[in-house]
């Protein structure tokens, strides 16, 4: 028996140690026995899933490169800028009465040099968007019939001079297109088409695209010196639905020479094609600068006189100017005239003063006049319109005719 209660005492006190090493392994706690774990508590947490990314919210880029530098930051975008340029009559070519072979003929004076004409100023005119002039003669090598009292025959190479200096689009649409005929009109078309530089012709409207993408319209009309206003806007309209940017009128106008203002006739025609959408109204005929007016922010240039020409070995008005307009594309895509700048030059590398005549003058090499010279302020007078001298008289009563044996 006593053994037996030896025994009982022993295996409890057994027990109660036991009890006591499971209660310090955490593994059995009498204050959690009655109590249910949480739901939330007992559940696996489910492995987080990465989301795709978004082209509405796209991650955020490591700004540092791949050698740990930061870049740059992207520039804001600004408006562009680019110089439209503006010459007058481009006569290459003396008239009938002298040879190409005498030395004061324009051909003389070049001698084979095809940028000899533009010497002085091609610096002007290579880097900007577009350069437009009046070719006022025909290019053929074709000995051609003319009933013209005096005319202008340059041979097809000579369109190497517009390249040579330069110029990018010449208007055909004056009074000495027809100088020779149909025949005398295609053979000058075909040789600017060899030379690579477009033209208009009489009431064509057209869409140039220039060198940066600028849809430039132009339409050129002569209509006997009076272009009506009912053609000329219906044609700015035409331009506008073609999708033209920047739109050129370029007219030959004023049937009266070496006059220092415009007819109203013709102001009123530039300002009723402004008012239809132009940038630009560009003018020749005078054979003398004419001012230029700012209007509805277009520029209107009412003369532009003569370049390089051929057409008088000492014409009467020897100034002349490069007219250079400031393009803006804005960062919306709208282009827009944002100023100008007026170069005055001489048609001639030989200028002379007013009042001293000089025989054959003219080499036809443009050069701009010294700024602040006498010569400069008179030239920028005449294109400002602040010029107060008189209008020149041009007397043809003498002029010798050979048509019976002309140059065909």
């Not at 006498?374 to 107060?388: F, N, P, Q, V």
Request: negative net charge; charged residues 20%; aromatic residues 12%.
């Amino acid at each position: 028996m006593k053994k037996t209660l030896e025994f009982l005492i022993l295996v409890v006190l057994l027990a109660a140690l036991v009890l006591t090493a499971l209660m310090r392994m955490d593994i059995f706690d009498p204050r959690q026995a009655d109590t249910e774990p949480a739901a939330e508590e007992t559940a696996e947490s489910p492995t987080p899933v990465p989301e795709e990314p978004s082209l509405a919210d796209p991650a955020p880029e490591d700004p540092a490169g791949p050698d740990g530098s930061t870049p740059p930051p992207t520039p804001e975008p600004t408006p562009e800028y680019f110089t439209f340029s503006a010459i007058g009559d481009c006569t290459l070519a003396s008239h009938q009465n002298l040879s190409e072979g005498d030395k004061a003929s324009y051909a003389g004076k070049m001698n084979g040099d095809f940028a000899y004409p533009f010497h002085n100023t091609k610096e002007y005119f290579e880097d900007d968007e577009l350069t437009i002039a009046n070719l006022e003669c025909t290019l053929s090598d074709t000995r051609l019939h003319s009933n013209s009292r005096f005319y202008f025959r340059a041979p097809a190479e000579f369109a190497q001079v517009l390249t040579e200096g330069g110029v990018d689009f010449v208007t055909t649409a004056n009074n000495h297109t027809m100088d020779f005929g149909l025949q005398g009109v295609e053979d000058t078309c075909a040789a600017l088409d060899a030379c690579g530089i477009p033209y208009g012709v009489e009431k064509q409207a057209q869409i140039l695209t220039t060198p940066n993408g600028i849809h430039v319209g132009i339409y050129c009309d002569y209509n006997g010196y009076f272009p009506t206003v009912e053609d000329c806007t219906a044609a700015i309209e035409q331009l506008k639905e073609d999708g033209a940017e920047y739109i050129i009128c370029m007219f030959h106008f004023g049937p009266d020479e070496v006059v220092y203002h415009p007819q109203q006739a013709h102001m009123d025609l530039a300002h009723a094609c402004v008012d239809a959408g132009a940038d630009l109204i560009y003018s020749t005929h005078s054979h003398s600068l004419q001012p230029l007016e700012v209007y509805n922010g277009a520029y209107i240039l009412y003369g532009m006189g003569n370049w390089t020409f051929g057409g008088s070995s000492s014409p009467k008005d020897m100034d002349t100017a490069i007219f250079q307009a400031r393009i803006k594309r804005d960062i919306d895509g709208s282009i827009s005239n944002d100023g100008y700048e007026i170069i005055p030059c001489c048609v001639s590398s030989r200028p002379v003063l007013e009042g001293y005549f000089n025989f054959a003058y003219n080499d036809y090499c443009p050069t701009p006049y010294e700024e602040g010279s006498e010569l400069y302020d008179r030239a920028m007078s005449k294109i400002l319109g602040t010029y107060d001298g008189p209008d020149g008289v041009v007397d043809y009563s003498e002029w010798i005719d050979y048509n019976a044996e002309n140059d065909e």
